[in-house]
């Protein structure tokens, strides 16, 4: 009787504990001017793992909202939705990925393309929660594919972007800092507020 007790105290501590979350909350500079924010979030519990990044900028007269949301069971990415609405026409996007079997459905902007034998262990989302040490690539959640990530030193890693551009991540005690985004409208820099 008294094992029967301890066997139903651990799986109810089990099934009761907290999941564990966590938010980061960043800055987002253009020409030295805020101009936006993202607020990154992370939730796991047990094998499970969700992220969520929203991102709210206006530049002058354009203004940008996007929701980025990844969710992981077992460290395999099984669903990412991205979406970014900018009130224009003919400029919102979205993209969907959807893991079945052995193989990623992945839906752009009404285009479906297929990516095969893979399993997909790491987000660009994932880089606003931990260093990628020992990361040579990394999928975008935006552009539903692979995106190759250098570790440049020091804590910073160059993510390569379609048409030559890159975002340089930076690092402290393997927390995300900064990020310096190469983007059409110019240099914008992320800073973490908190």
Request: proline letters at 2%.
């Amino acid at each position: 009787m008294n094992s029967l007790f301890r066997v139903l105290l651990c799986i109810l501590a089990v099934v009761s504990s907290p999941a564990m979350a966590q938010t980061n909350t960043y800055e987002v500079r253009v020409a030295n001017r805020a101009v936006g924010t993202i607020e990154a979030r992370q939730k796991v519990n047990g094998h499970e793992k969700m992220i969520s990044i929203q991102t709210h900028i206006q530049v002058m007269l354009s203004k940008v909202n996007s929701v980025i949301t990844t969710e992981y069971s077992h460290n395999v990415l099984t669903h990412a939705k991205s979406s970014r609405i900018t009130g224009k026409n003919g400029e919102d996007k979205m993209t969907t990925t959807h893991k079945e079997g052995n193989t990623y459905t992945i839906v752009m902007n009404g285009e479906r393309s297929v990516l095969g034998n893979t399993e997909i262990q790491h987000c660009v989302g994932d880089l606003y929660f931990s260093e990628p040490k020992h990361v040579t690539r990394t999928f975008s959640e935006t552009l539903g594919k692979f995106l190759p990530l250098k570790a440049l030193g020091g804590g910073e890693y160059e993510l390569q972007l379609p048409e030559g551009k890159k975002n340089i991540y930076k690092y402290d005690n393997g927390t995300l800092v900064q990020v310096e985004v190469d983007h059409t409208f110019g240099k914008a820099i992320i800073v973490k507020s908190s």
